[in-house]
Structure formats: C-alpha cells, structure tokens
C-alpha cells in the first residue's frame, strides 16, 4: 500500500467548554470574571483523530454522540478535518458528553476537568470495524466501562485481522486501574503521561502486560519512548507561547502515530514527531484549534 496507513481511532467523542482565568470556584453566590471561555472538539480519541487527520492520516473514528447540539457540532468539526465519521453512531434522545476545563491563569498548564459523560459509555464492541485500517488506537477506556469489558476481545480481534494496537488509558476516575490490566496483554503501545503510567504500576495492571513500548507523555520535557523491541529514545519537547495545555497529550498520540503511519520506523524520531505536535497543540484554547498540518510540523523538525 502507498501513501500513509489507514488508522482507526476508538473511544469518546465530546464538547470541551474551556474556562481561563479566575476558575478556582468560591461558592456562596459569589461571582468571578473569567478571561476567555471556548466551546472546541473534545474527547481523547476525538482529538487523537482530528490531529491525525491534519497531519494527512487517512483515519476513521468509532464513538457514540447524541442527537444534540454539542453532537451535531462535534461530527461537524471531525468531518470538516477530513475525519471518516462514518463509524461515529448518534444515539437517538442521547446528551452528548460535556467536558468542562478550569484552566488557572498562572499554573504553569495545570487545569481541572470536570466530565459529564453522556454518550460516552454507549460505545459497543460492534461498532468497532477493522476494516482496512493497519493501527487501532483505543483512548479513554475508564469512561466507556461497559465498553472495557470487551476491550481485551476488540484488540485481539484487530491483532488478529493484521493491525498493531496502542492505547492511552487517560485518568481513571475511579483511580483503580485494574479494568484495563487483561487488554494490555494486546497493545503493543502504550501512551500515558508520568502520572497514569506510576498509577498503573501502583495497581498492579501492567503486571498483565505483554511485551509492549510504553511512549510516555512528559508535559513540557516532550516524551520518552522504551520497550523490549529497540532502545530507549527521547525527544525534546519546543519552547512555545503555551494558551493552552487541553489536548496535548492526545495531539502527542496523533504526532506519534502520523510517524508512523507515514513510514517513519526510527523510534526517536517517531517521539519527535509526537513531542512537536504536543507542543504547537498548546498555542490555542482546546485540544485542535493549534494542531499542526504536516508540513508545519515538518518544519519543526
């Protein structure tokens, strides 16, 4: 196959409502003035998706939205990226799920995120279609936990049709970790920032683990990537005007997994791919109004 690899990316799909500002709220009716507030494409496979497509991925999403406003907008924005909806489901009389994110002006990108799941946890194991996509990244399995249930199945079955398999588990809200321990036996990349991959380790999860590549997030530093099939690498993330830290995590999963859907097999520079795109996601309020095309994030290497 020419060009670059197909990618199928599942989990959430959602609004973010993001608040900058005086956000620490102070109840008793007391009323605070923020500085700016944004309504953007939300979710973590959403976004993992939106920057795929903006870097000439040929990527296809499978979520379930409602038959809302916040779900019209969401499937709007992922189509007009260039994202393939059609494994997208609208859940008749469902409210799309809403993520609100206090961001405080002055923390150095550190932000609060309150989650009103909605549809989320309606994603079912048969709306997840292989077809010809070579990679299948899962994202948010701790919000879908019906879902995650049948995880460990959905990424063997996508092993055994050919396709590689990568995983950002997000936070737990529960912060019990152990859900996700039997599919980790079918990933061969696993994606967390310092915070969940220590939390995965305290549980006792990755003890399922096969032999995969653990390509840890590490917020401003860029990202690290080590595992038992190649060195351990490292990259650099860019120094840059940072608006916003909402999504760059998942714009990292996008840089990671463009590299190699268009050919790169040099690991340390798959991680500067994804430490590049992380970084130019934060210019902008949300997780996709900054995300780079390919030749801007070309240029930064």
Do not use: C
């Amino acid at each position: 196959m020419s060009g670059p690899l197909p990618v199928l990316v599942v989990g959430d799909a959602n609004a973010d409502l993001v608040l900058r500002g005086d956000v620490v709220p102070r109840f008793g009716q007391a009323e605070q003035l923020l500085e700016a507030a944004d309504v953007v494409l939300g979710g973590s496979a959403a976004i993992v998706a939106h920057g795929l497509a903006r870097l000439g991925v040929p990527v296809r999403l499978a979520a379930v939205v409602g038959d809302d406003a916040f779900g019209e907008a969401t499937t709007t924005a992922l189509r007009a990226a260039g994202v393939d909806t059609s494994g997208v489901r609208v859940q008749p009389g469902g409210a799309t799920g809403l993520s609100v994110v206090l961001a405080p002006a002055h923390t150095g990108g550190d932000r609060a995120i309150l989650t009103l799941p909605g549809t989320v946890p309606a994603l079912r194991p048969d709306d997840v279609e292989v077809r010809d996509a070579t990679w299948v990244h899962s994202a948010s399995p701790f919000l879908m936990p019906a879902f995650t249930e049948h995880l460990a199945a959905v990424l063997a079955s996508a092993r055994a049709a050919g396709a590689r398999t990568s995983l950002d588990t997000n936070w737990d809200p529960a912060e019990r970790w152990t859900a996700v321990g039997e599919a980790l036996r079918h990933v061969d990349v696993l994606m967390p920032n310092r915070s969940e991959l220590a939390a995965l380790r305290a549980s006792g999860a990755l003890a399922h683990a096969g032999r995969l590549r653990v390509v840890l997030k590490d917020g401003a530093a860029g990202g690290r990537s080590s595992g038992p099939d190649g060195p351990d690498v490292a990259a650099p993330g860019l120094a840059v005007d940072v608006v916003d830290t909402t999504g760059a995590g998942d714009s990292f999963d996008a840089g990671y997994l463009a590299a190699v859907s268009h050919g790169v097999r040099d690991e340390a520079e798959r991680v500067r791919w994804a430490a590049v795109a992380g970084s130019l996601s934060t210019r902008a309020a949300g997780g996709t109004a900054a995300q780079p095309d390919l030749a801007e994030l070309r240029s930064h290497l």
